[in-house]
T-cell receptor
Framework: GDSVTQMEGPVTLSEEAFLTINCTYT??????LFWYVQYPGEGLQLLLK?????DKGSNKGFEATYRKETTSFHLEKGSVQVSDSAVYFC????????????FGQGTTLQVKP | EAEVAQSPRYKITEKSQAVAFWCDPISGHATLYWYRQILGQGPELLVQ????????DSQLPKDRFSAERLKGVDSTLKIQPAELGDSAMYLCASRIQGAGANVLTFGAGSRLTVL
């Protein structure tokens, strides 16, 4: 079945460091790929998305490129801030009709001043 | 900005008791989802509604969980009886029909603790 695997956390970085959170997926066909972020005490918020191979999603300085050849969608940011501390979830959706999302286990990011 | 409303935010109950969660999606969103997020894991879909109809409840433990969306607007998720393993965050999300790339809007969630 479809699945998403993320790197283990927590990831601890100093402010202004470069961030990479790895995400790989298993799915048939051409799923859409997403990154959601969950700040403490809040629900999930869409961070960025990509719908086809080689698409790059970007938002708030975060980027991720849909790589079909490596079935990956790694999240990157050039310079993290303390306010980026949160849990990040990679997700896929195979059906544009149902909208059902399959999530990875989440990666906690802690950014220290 | 429109939000998905959920209540209660926090619920503590004893095992074998009944518990219910309520969700009011964004106005006009025909598709509604209930997800369960166990601590340290990603959310998993429990049930999906299209208007008032269930379109996917394959992962809903039907012996103790039930969900309804009688008028195709707000929805209730019920657990009876609650078990210790039901402790989790219950997330509601909605999506407008025809929205591109499956963008779901999530509520803040209802955190359940079963003692």
């Amino acid at each position: 079945g479809d699945s998403v695997t993320q790197m283990e956390g927590p990831v601890t970085l100093s402010e202004e460091a470069f961030l990479t959170i790895n995400c790989t997926y298993t799915a048939t066909g051409y799923p859409s790929l997403f990154w959601y972020v969950q700040y403490p005490g809040e629900g999930l918020q869409l961070l960025l998305k990509a719908t086809k191979a080689d698409d790059k999603g970007s938002n708030k300085g975060f980027e991720a490129t849909y790589r079909k050849e490596t079935t990956s969608f790694h999240l990157e940011k050039g310079s993290v801030q303390v306010s980026d501390s949160a849990v990040y979830f990679c997700a896929l959706s195979r059906s544009s009709n149902t909208g059902k999302l399959i999530f990875g286990q989440g990666t906690t990011l802690q950014v220290k001043p | 900005e429109a939000e998905v409303a959920q209540s209660p935010r926090y619920k503590i109950t004893e095992k074998s008791q009944a518990v219910a969660f309520w969700c009011d999606p964004i106005s006009g969103h025909a598709t509604l989802y209930w997800y369960r997020q166990i601590l340290g894991q990603g959310p998993e879909l429990l049930v999906q509604f299209q208007d008032e109809s269930v379109v996917d409840d394959s992962q809903l433990p039907k012996d103790r969980f039930s969900a309804e969306r009688l008028k195709g607007v707000d929805s209730t998720l019920k657990i009876q009886p609650a078990e210790l393993g039901d402790s989790a965050m219950y997330l509601c999300a909605s999506r407008i029909q025809g929205a591109g790339a499956n963008v779901l809007t999530f509520g803040a969630g209802s955190r359940l603790t079963v003692l």
